[in-house]
T-cell receptor, first 114, second 113 residues
């Protein structure tokens, strides 16, 4: 079946540093990938839609200069949290669209900003 | 616009008894509907999906859901709960073409021995 990986699975960083999270579709090509954020005991909130070869589309309230998304190939999208602060600590999950009606989700990346 | 309501934030059942997790949706389109399960600190796993074919959808691990347009519901059921079913369950609605997933708030299922 369709598999999506994320790297790293867990990252701890100091306030003010930048962190890059990778999302890869391992056995299929995905022109569209999605980035979600999940706070503890809450649901997933869509942050942005990443389209290969074009600019990402950000949801209302998501700072595009803080959460940089790059989708340079059909199997890789990256999310960079720039100048991270403790309030950015969260569980970040990506998904990749496979066929017309389904998304496959990565295992998530837990970011902790000290 | 799409929205999803999961009426119960927490459901607790005994092992071997039936499970019912409720989901109601609103959508301007003929939606696709999904149920995902998330175990602690893990990603999401697709249990089943409805995409305008049969209204009774069978998924993995013995779960099934019935799409009822008149009630705008897509409740998840399982005849007999297992300890390994304890997890967070999300109902998701999407217009056609699999984009713009809207997640419900989730229901935490506890299974008691």
């Amino acid at each position: 079946g369709a598999v999506v990986s994320q790297h790293p699975s867990r990252v701890i960083c100091k306030s003010g540093t930048s962190v890059k999270i990778e999302c890869r579709s391992l056995d299929f090509q995905a022109t569209t990938m999605f980035w979600y954020r999940q706070f503890p005991k809450q649901s997933l909130m869509l942050m942005a839609t990443s389209n290969e070869g074009s600019k990402a589309t950000y949801e209302q309230g998501v700072e595009k200069d803080k959460f940089l998304i790059n989708h340079a190939s059909l199997t890789l999208s990256t999310l960079t949290v720039t100048s991270a602060h403790p309030e950015d600590s969260s569980f970040y999950i990506c998904s990749a669209q496979h066929r017309a009606d389904e998304q496959f989700f990565g295992p998530g990346t837990r970011l902790t900003v000290l | 616009a799409q929205s999803v309501t999961q009426l119960d934030s927490h459901v607790s059942v005994s092992e071997g008894t039936p499970v019912l997790l409720r989901c109601n949706y609103s959508s301007s389109y003929s939606p696709s509907l999904f149920w995902y399960v998330q175990h602690p600190n893990k990603g999401l796993q697709l249990l089943l999906k409805y995409t305008s074919a049969a209204t009774l959808v069978k998924g993995i691990n013995g779960f099934e859901a019935e799409f009822k347009k008149s009630e705008t519901s897509f409740h998840l059921t399982k005849p007999s709960a297992h300890m390994s079913d304890a997890a967070e369950y999300f109902c998701v609605v999407s217009p056609s073409y699999g984009q713009n997933f809207v997640f419900g708030p989730g229901t935490r299922l506890s299974v008691l021995p």
